[in-house]
């Protein structure tokens, strides 16, 4: 029987107890003397959140299939508690078993979003282990990190002994059996580290040496050690459908988490090459599912979690070639078992629009576009498939099946943009509650709603646009105001609605993105002034970074307003990803020239990604 680490007189004091106690439906429970190793899988952020995460929950599954590991699960605890916990002593926790963090051989930290790097401190520090890497002492837990922020792990890479670059799905077995096998030999936490350096996939930072040059930008990043590769190669699984470590049984929340339903990936990575996108580079090259095998683990995780919804997985589900099958099927499995289907990422066209009158409340339901940009001109800079023509014709088809709520999602900010672009986010909109209006009165549902939304622009590593500058605070706000000024002024401003991203917020997490080792002084001093939850608006306290970036002397803009040379040597360069810097700068090249680059099953672009043999780099040659 194990014992809660919180007393009921703490549950009572904080906000949704049930996020701390585990033991949900599916959660995975064994014996601690029957595992040789113990890891403990952290969301750095609160438990909702970090509940909705699919690629801890692949990873949490695959671990616990191992009989001689056990996986258990931690997240950021909430500012009431964390303030208990810090008052009181207590360490902190896995959900399984209670027990302290510090106890474990491993802490993986799952880094999904730069603002979130303040947690990973948190997490550290409530665990009491050291939050440098470098004090670690040899019972410490070997902290690993990965996700996609793992491909830039430069400004965190002080507190991390190690990175996992890559799917999790291809070598952790390798990194398991390393560990057991340094244990048996009696060998240290050096040792392991350097063992570890030889798995592919696997970065250690303490065994690379940075140097700089005169104007701030690397001179050179180097093994510290003979042996040590040079660069570190991002590993996935080819065969999606065979190599895949199904999820059979997801742990279902006793509270409603930010995504409360079945989640079914349906394929990874994605053709379409928009310049801006991080992931549709990272995740090269697209690999389907097979169509029956989505079908079998439908049912099975519908059976054993009881989820009232299901969704699909992808960052462009429209392009899945078996799409309309695999969704009739869910449609009439579903129906059957009173489950909603939820079907993000669809471009809007007839079949789409069909499959939505049949699974939403058209009256209720609003449908989506993501434009990113006003102008056609500016969304061939970006390389957006998106026309003006296919999104009003798509608008005009919905309007007429009886919706009335369109979302746009545009950005702010991006390369080459002008006014004219900026105003174009306003006269698109106007179009389309234009196109409302076209249908005749009694035919219309309501009054038109057109909801369009503005973050601004953040370049990403390992995207065409890592080279490019980024806006001040006040010139993000201004570009917002000219949107919201030039929305005021069309016909139909009463059914368009605006709002933008905080420009504060966009303006550090561009530092964290592409940032190096230095901007880790600042993270650490961001933290010890209270910097914490920094991803939620009521906790993000800007001044506590302004504090941070002065006395660890860093000119913030030298992360962002810069614009990088052909050649500068990125803090990220040593990582390969398939994709080649070669291939982005010719994107960021073709970007300037206005120049739209075909999708991968149109044409192959030479991206580098090939060289995995897998997806649609050989659809065509088999």
């Given at each position: 029987?194990?014992?809660?680490?919180?007393?009921?007189?703490?549950?009572?004091?904080?906000?949704?107890?049930?996020?701390?106690i585990?033991?949900?439906?599916?959660?995975?429970?064994?014996?601690?003397?029957?595992?040789?190793i113990?890891?403990?899988?952290?969301?750095?952020?609160?438990?909702?959140i970090?509940?909705?995460?699919?690629?801890?929950?692949?990873?949490?599954?695959?671990?616990?299939?191992?009989?001689?590991v056990?996986?258990?699960?931690?997240?950021?605890?909430?500012?009431?508690?964390?303030?208990?916990?810090?008052?009181?002593?207590?360490?902190?926790?896995?959900?399984?078993?209670?027990?302290?963090?510090?106890?474990?051989?491993?802490l993986?930290?799952?880094?999904g979003?730069?603002?979130?790097?303040?947690?990973?401190?948190?997490?550290?520090?409530?665990s009491?282990?050291?939050?440098?890497?470098?004090?670690?002492?040899?019972?410490?837990?070997?902290?690993?990190?990965?996700?996609?922020?793992?491909?830039?792990?430069?400004?965190?890479?002080?507190?991390?002994?190690?990175?996992?670059?890559?799917?999790?799905?291809?070598?952790?077995?390798?990194?398991?059996?390393?560990?057991?096998a340094?244990?048996?030999?009696?060998?240290?936490?050096?040792?392991?580290?350097?063992a570890?350096?030889?798995?592919?996939?696997?970065?250690?930072p303490?065994?690379?040496?940075?140097?700089?040059?005169?104007?701030?930008?690397?001179a050179?990043?180097t093994?510290?050690?003979?042996?040590?590769?040079?660069?570190?190669c991002?590993?996935?699984?080819?065969?999606?459908?065979?190599?895949?470590?199904?999820?059979?049984?997801?742990?279902?929340?006793?509270?409603?988490?930010?995504?409360?339903?079945?989640t079914?990936?349906?394929?990874?990575?994605?053709?379409?090459?928009?310049?801006?996108?991080?992931?549709?580079?990272?995740?090269?090259?697209?690999?389907?599912?097979?169509?029956?095998?989505?079908?079998?683990?439908?049912?099975?995780?519908?059976?054993?979690?009881?989820?009232?919804?299901?969704?699909?997985?992808?960052?462009?589900?429209?392009?899945?070639?078996?799409?309309?099958?695999?969704?009739?099927?869910?449609?009439?499995?579903?129906?059957?078992?009173?489950?909603?289907?939820?079907?993000?990422?669809?471009?809007?066209?007839?079949?789409?629009l069909?499959?939505?009158?049949?699974?939403?409340?058209?009256?209720?339901?609003?449908?989506?576009?993501?434009?990113?940009?006003?102008?056609?001109?500016?969304?061939?800079?970006?390389?957006?498939?998106?026309?003006r023509e296919?999104i009003?014709?798509?608008?005009?088809?919905?309007?007429?099946?009886?919706?009335?709520?369109?979302?746009?999602?545009?950005?702010?900010?991006?390369?080459?943009?002008?006014?004219?672009?900026m105003?174009?986010i306003?006269?698109?909109?106007?179009?389309?509650?234009?196109?409302?209006?076209?249908?005749?009165?009694?035919?219309?549902?309501?009054?038109?709603?057109?909801?369009a939304?503005?973050?601004?622009?953040?370049?990403?590593?390992?995207t065409?646009?890592?080279?490019?500058?980024?806006?001040?605070?006040?010139?993000?706000l201004d570009?917002?105001?000219?949107?919201?000024?030039?929305?005021?002024?069309?016909?139909?401003?009463?059914?368009?609605?605006?709002?933008?991203?905080?420009?504060d917020?966009t303006?550090l997490?561009?530092?964290?993105?592409?940032?190096d080792?230095?901007?880790?002084?600042?993270?650490?001093?961001?933290?010890?002034?209270?910097?914490?939850?920094?991803?939620?608006?009521?906790?993000?306290?800007?001044?506590?970074?302004?504090?941070?970036?002065?006395?660890?002397?860093?000119?913030?803009?030298?992360?962002?307003i810069?614009?990088?040379?052909?050649?500068?040597?990125?803090p990220?360069?040593?990582?390969?990803i398939?994709?080649?810097?070669?291939?982005?700068?010719?994107?960021?090249?073709?970007?300037?020239?206005?120049?739209?680059?075909?999708?991968?099953?149109?044409?192959?672009?030479?991206c580098?990604?090939?060289?995995?043999?897998?997806?649609?780099?050989?659809?065509?040659?088999?």
């Amino acid at each position: 029987m194990r014992t809660l680490a919180l007393s009921d007189e703490i549950l009572m004091k904080v906000d949704k107890a049930a996020r701390y106690i585990g033991g949900e439906v599916n959660s995975v429970m064994k014996d601690k003397n029957d595992v040789d190793i113990r890891f403990a899988m952290c969301f750095p952020d609160v438990y909702e959140i970090g509940m909705s995460n699919l690629g801890m929950m692949i990873l949490y599954n695959m671990f616990n299939e191992r009989e001689d590991v056990w996986c258990e699960r931690v997240f950021s605890p909430w500012m009431d508690l964390d303030k208990i916990m810090r008052e009181e002593h207590i360490p902190l926790f896995a959900l399984e078993s209670q027990e302290s963090v510090k106890e474990f051989d491993f802490l993986g930290i799952t880094l999904g979003y730069e603002m979130c790097y303040t947690n990973v401190l948190q997490v550290l520090d409530l665990s009491h282990v050291s939050l440098l890497a470098k004090d670690r002492k040899e019972d410490d837990p070997i902290v690993i990190g990965g996700g996609a922020c793992a491909y830039n792990p430069e400004p965190i890479a002080e507190f991390f002994d190690m990175f996992y670059i890559g799917e999790g799905e291809t070598v952790y077995d390798a990194l398991f059996d390393a560990y057991k096998a340094n244990k048996a030999a009696g060998g240290s936490r050096a040792d392991f580290l350097f063992a570890a350096s030889q798995i592919p996939g696997i970065y250690v930072p303490s065994l690379y040496n940075v140097t700089y040059k005169e104007d701030g930008t690397i001179a050179s990043f180097t093994p510290a050690k003979e042996g040590v590769p040079e660069k570190v190669c991002k590993q996935l699984i080819t065969d999606v459908t065979k190599d895949y470590r199904a999820i059979k049984a997801p742990v279902v929340p006793f509270i409603k988490a930010t995504q409360d339903r079945v989640t079914l990936e349906i394929q990874r990575g994605c053709i379409r090459g928009c310049r801006f996108c991080q992931a549709g580079m990272l995740y090269r090259p697209t690999r389907e599912r097979n169509v029956d095998f989505l079908k079998q683990k439908a049912v099975e995780m519908l059976d054993a979690t009881g989820h009232e919804e299901i969704s699909l997985s992808s960052l462009s589900s429209s392009d899945y070639s078996q799409l309309p099958e695999l969704v009739n099927f869910l449609m009439e499995e579903c129906d059957r078992r009173g489950v909603n289907i939820s079907l993000p990422s669809l471009r809007i066209d007839a079949f789409s629009l069909d499959v939505m009158k049949k699974v939403q409340d058209i009256k209720k339901s609003s449908l989506t576009f993501a434009p990113e940009a006003g102008s056609q001109r500016l969304r061939d800079v970006i390389n957006k498939g998106l026309t003006r023509e296919v999104i009003l014709e798509g608008a005009g088809k919905a309007f007429e099946g009886g919706w009335n709520k369109v979302k746009l999602y545009f950005m702010l900010g991006l390369p080459t943009e002008t006014e004219d672009d900026m105003k174009g986010i306003a006269h698109l909109c106007e179009e389309i509650a234009e196109r409302y209006y076209e249908i005749p009165k009694d035919q219309r549902n309501g009054k038109c709603q057109i909801t369009a939304s503005t973050s601004f622009f953040v370049p990403k590593p390992f995207t065409p646009f890592q080279w490019a500058p980024m806006c001040r605070e006040e010139e993000f706000l201004d570009r917002a105001r000219i949107v919201r000024e030039e929305i005021h002024a069309q016909l139909n401003q009463k059914s368009i609605r605006y709002n933008w991203h905080e420009a504060d917020v966009t303006v550090l997490e561009g530092i964290l993105a592409r940032g190096d080792r230095k901007v880790g002084d600042a993270i650490l001093k961001a933290y010890e002034h209270g910097a914490l939850f920094d991803a939620w608006s009521e906790y993000y306290h800007p001044e506590y970074w302004k504090e941070a970036f002065a006395e660890c002397g860093i000119d913030t803009d030298f992360y962002t307003i810069r614009e990088r040379s052909d050649d500068e040597i990125f803090p990220w360069d040593f990582i390969h990803i398939g994709v080649t810097k070669k291939f982005l700068l010719r994107e960021w090249k073709r970007a300037h020239e206005e120049t739209v680059t075909p999708n991968c099953r149109m044409q192959c672009s030479g991206c580098g990604a090939a060289k995995y043999q897998g997806g649609v780099c050989v659809e065509s040659k088999s």
